[in-house]
């Protein structure tokens, strides 16, 4: 199937959907932006951004300690956002969502507060394809207390290899920790199967979902994960904000991983007693307007209907293989069947960084390196990839200026 052929059985029409952006307007280098870095961060709609400035404007305060006007509509804007966190997640109660930094802070929050109470000869499994936030806070947790780090095997395709993985989950796995959908890959995991395959073995399943919760349709019950990370700049939200999901049966048990205002109920000198469930987790006063900034990427997101952004995602990601398929010596690194809108490649011996330099000057913004996967690119014996990445706003027009500008560059690195 030819381009023509192949662009005239895809549908969409978001034009709409891109007039929200406003960044999307602008030059780069005299020249349209195409932005193709979303796994890194994703863009802002307006409506983000009006919420944010809204709230400095006339809403701010801080929250749960105080009782004149603005401290309790901060207050009540900031649990309203965890209220329809929790629901997007389709999380039993509302106090098992807990606001954190983001995804590498809730994998720290666990690492740390299971790591106290792992022992020597207990294991964490984790796979060949994590980010490194999903890697060294359980290296650090399991040095400290002489346990094991575990590493499932990815196959050539960057698919998990789950036999590895099932015959490695053993009676000493105190928790499992997997990546959802693969950064550097793009590569999704059935993590349903494998939260089921960890708990027959009684052990614990986090899942690395900061490139999940904007691409998919999120049901943490449906998955029976014990854990659920994510980011909110991820999913058209703002910096500097995240969150946990946890059973709370589970972390009602689980010791707080930082001290300070907010986590406790009640403080002496000889002892601490600490707050319920979710702010046991929240030392200090938390990122008020990301969380209210959050839960209006999380509006924008239901307006449009995870359906489509799945549908509008999968057509990006088809288009893109076929198009840049057509380049000479192009290697694709990533290729299982179940994949979301992530293209890594290289091409012939050309650094990444090279390409990704020169196709910034033509206006594209693309993610060249390791993608913070060390291992992985080790595993592929490469130094890293070029990375192009979609949202619900590219277009094929994108692709199509990013298939050219590859082309280009190519053309004069080879010479």
């Given at each position: 199937m030819n381009d023509a052929e192949l662009k005239s059985t895809l549908t969409i029409n978001n034009t709409a959907i891109r007039a929200e952006f406003p960044i999307l307007s602008r030059k780069v280098n005299g020249r349209n932006l195409v932005y193709l870095d979303n796994a890194a961060s994703s863009q802002k709609p307006k409506a983000v951004i009006d919420t944010i400035v809204n709230y400095y404007t006339n809403e701010h305060s801080n929250v749960h300690r105080g009782v004149h006007f603005l401290s309790q509509l901060a207050t009540d804007k900031f649990e309203e956002?965890?209220?329809?966190?929790?629901?997007?997640?389709?999380?039993?109660?509302?106090?098992?969502?807990?606001?954190?930094?983001?995804?590498?802070?809730?994998?720290?929050?666990i690492a740390n507060s299971i790591g106290k109470t792992l022992k020597k000869g207990d294991e964490v499994l984790i796979t060949e394809m994590e980010h490194h936030s999903n890697i060294v806070p359980w290296q650090m947790a399991a040095n400290e207390r002489g346990a094991k780090?575990?590493?499932?095997?990815?196959?050539?395709?960057?698919?998990?290899?789950?036999?590895?993985?099932?015959?490695?989950?053993?009676?000493?796995?105190?928790?499992?920790?997997?990546?959802?959908?693969?950064?550097?890959?793009?590569?999704?995991?059935?993590?349903?199967?494998?939260?089921?395959?960890?708990?027959?073995?009684?052990?614990?399943?986090?899942?690395?979902?900061?490139?999940?919760?904007?691409?998919?349709?999120?049901?943490?019950?449906?998955?029976?994960c014990d854990f659920y990370a994510g980011s909110g700049h991820k999913m058209y939200g703002p910096t500097g904000i995240g969150f946990l999901y946890g059973k709370a049966s589970l972390l009602e048990k689980l010791e707080p991983y930082q001290g300070g205002g907010e986590m406790i109920a009640q403080v002496t000198f000889e002892k601490t007693t600490y707050n319920e469930l979710p702010f046991k987790f929240e030392a200090g006063t938390p990122n008020i307007e990301g969380a209210i900034g959050l839960a209006a990427a999380i509006d924008f997101i239901n307006t449009i209907g995870m359906d489509r952004i799945s549908t509008i995602e999968k057509q990006l990601l088809k288009y893109a293989h076929n198009r840049l398929g057509e380049i000479e010596g192009i290697r694709f690194i990533g290729t299982a069947k179940e994949k979301a809108g992530v293209v890594s490649f290289l091409v012939d011996d050309i650094h990444p960084y090279d390409i990704g330099a020169i196709i910034d000057k033509l206006g594209v913004a693309v993610r060249t390196g390791h993608h913070c996967t060390q291992p992985l690119m080790d595993k592929f014996g490469i130094p890293g990839t070029v990375r192009a990445s979609f949202a619900v706003y590219n277009t094929f027009e994108d692709i199509d200026i990013l298939v050219e500008s590859v082309k280009r560059a190519v053309n004069m690195l080879r010479k």
């Open positions: 956002a965890r209220k329809k966190l929790a629901h997007f997640l389709n999380a039993a109660e509302t106090r098992e969502v807990i606001f954190t930094k983001g995804t590498t802070d809730s994998i720290n929050l780090l575990i590493v499932a095997k990815v196959n050539d395709d960057g698919s998990l290899n789950l036999d590895d993985f099932y015959n490695k989950l053993s009676s000493k796995t105190r928790i499992a920790s997997v990546v959802h959908i693969s950064n550097a890959l793009g590569t999704v995991n059935p993590v349903r199967e494998l939260a089921k395959a960890a708990h027959e073995k009684g052990a614990l399943l986090l899942v690395d979902g900061a490139q999940s919760a904007h691409h998919m349709k999120i049901d943490v019950r449906d998955l029976d």
